[in-house]
C-alpha cells in the first residue's frame, strides 16, 4: 500500500445525483492532488493543494468542487455530472519542497460511472 | 505547446527477453523526468526519476531508464522481463518553470508472456 486510500472504489451515479469522493493520506505529506484518468489518454491534472490550500485549478468545470480541510484529508463533490465525467478519479500526495523533483504517492482511485 | 508522447499503445515482449517502453518529449528547458508504473486496479506507483547527471537512471524492481538529450527521450528499459512486470507504464515530464504540472503521456501496456 502507498499509504494513501481513497473510498469508495466504484460509484455508479445519475445525472441530478450528488456524491463525494473521499481521499486520505497517511504519510505526513504537505501537497495532495486530483487527478482524472481516462483510457489511452495522459493524466489530467485536475485540482491542487498544498498546506490546505488551492495552488491549481486546471480549467475544472465548477460541477467539480475540491475540499481540503487538513493536509491528510481531501474530498471531490460531484453534483449534476455529465456521462463523458465517467473516469477513474486518482488522490494523489507528495512532500512539497518546491523544487520539482518530489515523487507523487497515488491511491488506488475511485472508478466513477455516470449514467 | 509541451507534449510527451508514449509512440506505442502496446508493446509484448516474452519473459526473459530485454524491454524497451519509448518516451520523447517536447518541453522548453531542462526538465524534471519520470516513470510510473499502474498494475490493474491500482493507482499509480513510481519507478524512478532524472534530475541531472548520469544518464542511464536506475529504478524499482530492476527497470532502468536512459536520458537522450539530443533526442530529448527517456526510455524505459529492463534487461529481462517477468511476467509480473505486465502492466501500463506512463512516462512524465515537469518543466522547469512549473510547480506541480506534471505533462504526462498517454501511457503504454506492457504485456509479458510467459
Known amino acids: 500500500e502507498t499509504g494513501v486510500t481513497q473510498t469508495p472504489r466504484h460509484l455508479v451515479m445519475g445525472m441530478t445525483n450528488k456524491k463525494s469522493l473521499k481521499c486520505e493520506q497517511h504519510?505526513?505529506?504537505?501537497?495532495m492532488y486530483w487527478y482524472k484518468q481516462s483510457a489511452k489518454k495522459p493524466l489530467e491534472l485536475m485540482f491542487v493543494y498544498n498546506f490546505k490550500e488551492q495552488t491549481e485549478n486546471n480549467s475544472v468545470p465548477s460541477r467539480f468542487s475540491p475540499e481540503c480541510p487538513n493536509s491528510s484529508h481531501l474530498f471531490l463533490h460531484l453534483h449534476t455530472l455529465q456521462p463523458e465525467d465517467s473516469a477513474l478519479y486518482l488522490c494523489?500526495?507528495?512532500?512539497?519542497?518546491?523544487?520539482?523533483?518530489?515523487?507523487?504517492?497515488f491511491g488506488s482511485g475511485t472508478q466513477l460511472s455516470v449514467l | 505547446a509541451q507534449s510527451v508522447a508514449q509512440p506505442e499503445d502496446q508493446v509484448n515482449v516474452a519473459e526473459g527477453n530485454p524491454l524497451t517502453v519509448k518516451c520523447t518529449y517536447s518541453?522548453?528547458?531542462?526538465?524534471?523526468l519520470f516513470w510510473y508504473v499502474q498494475y490493474p486496479n491500482r493507482g499509480l506507483q513510481f519507478l524512478l526519476k532524472?534530475?541531472?547527471?548520469d544518464n542511464l537512471v536506475k529504478g524499482s524492481y530492476g527497470f532502468e531508464a536512459e536520458f537522450n538529450k539530443s533526442q530529448t527521450s527517456f526510455h524505459l528499459k529492463k534487461p529481462s522481463a517477468l511476467v509480473s512486470d505486465s502492466a501500463l507504464y506512463f512516462c512524465a515530464v515537469r518543466p522547469m518553470d512549473s510547480n506541480y504540472q506534471l505533462i504526462w503521456g498517454a501511457g503504454t501496456k506492457l504485456i509479458i508472456k510467459p
Open positions: 518541453v522548453s528547458g531542462n526538465p524534471y
Open positions: 532524472y534530475i541531472t547527471g
Open positions: 504519510l505526513g505529506h504537505n501537497a
Open positions: 494523489a500526495s507528495s512532500q512539497d519542497r518546491g523544487q520539482g523533483d518530489e515523487k507523487l504517492f
